[in-house]
């Protein structure tokens, strides 16, 4: 059973920067792809950035320029920087991990932007 822990949530005024961590344990097998979601009260779970083992990365549009996504292997953990925060960058930030057949998810860490 994979487990993650993330850590670097908090709350920071708009234009302030936060990085997030998320550490796997537990797996049996490789972990493909690394990334993050994020979800506020009442709407789905989405996308913020994905990363494979390649160094492969995606973003979506609202991120792209602002959030940097990045990967250690040999650790397999995943960061993201995220610079330029805005008030609709509150949510909270779910880390996920997926082997080729399991998709785990973090406990979620709140990140709050407001003035």
């Known amino acids: 059973q994979v487990q993650l822990v993330e850590s670097g949530g908090g709350w920071v005024q708009p234009g302030g920067s936060l990085r997030l961590s998320c550490a796997a344990s537990g797996s049996r097998f490789p972990i493909l792809v690394m990334g993050w979601y994020r979800q506020t009260p009442g709407k789905q779970r989405d996308l913020v950035a994905i990363i494979n083992k390649g160094g492969v990365a995606d973003y979506a549009d609202s991120v792209k320029g602002r959030f940097t996504i990045s990967r250690d292997n040999a650790r397999d953990t995943v960061y993201l920087q995220m610079n330029s925060l805005k008030p609709e960058d509150t949510a909270v930030y779910y880390c996920?991990?997926?082997?080729?057949?399991?998709?785990?998810w973090g406990q979620g860490t709140q990140v709050t932007v407001s003035s």
């Open positions: 996920n991990a997926r082997t080729a057949g399991t998709n785990y």
